[in-house]
């Protein structure tokens, strides 16, 4: 059977984990992983104790500290989730599968698949 789906490749996501004291509102440096914070704006999700925080509720615009616009309470686990920059071209790649039925010892396989599905490629992609 041929298939075609789409792989993706080239995107990233960087995990930055802090627990809160008491009233505190800006987060930045080393997480509690020794993790540096650091993000690109418009390109992070923010977590306070597993619920998603909508952006109207924190600041995020230097790239290395997230404000909360009311504070944290002690032991609260805020989660940062900062996503790398790639180019949309990089996102989505085709990829074909093909279906052959070998025989014992069979190393090589041309012409058409089980489908009728004639394998081609170009070379160096």
Do not use: C, H, P, W
């Not at 987060?27 to 704006?41: E, K, P, Q, R, W």
């Not at 790649?93 to 025989?103: K, M």
């Not at 396989?109 to 009728?116: A, I, L, Q, R």
């Amino acid at each position: 059977m041929t298939r075609s789906r789409e792989v993706s490749k080239g995107a990233t996501r960087v995990e930055f984990v802090y627990t809160a004291t008491a009233g505190q509102t800006s987060f930045s440096g080393n997480d509690a992983n020794s993790n540096s914070l650091a993000y690109t704006a418009g390109q992070i999700d923010v977590f306070l104790n597993g619920v998603r925080l909508a952006a109207a509720d924190y600041t995020a615009t230097n790239g290395t500290a997230v404000v909360l616009g009311v504070g944290a309470e002690a032991s609260d686990t805020l989660n940062i989730n900062a996503f790398g920059t790639f180019s949309v071209a990089d996102v989505l790649v085709d990829r074909l599968e093909f279906d052959y039925t070998a025989t014992a010892g069979q190393t090589t396989f041309t012409g058409s698949d089980n489908d009728s599905q004639t394998m081609a490629y170009t070379a160096g992609r």
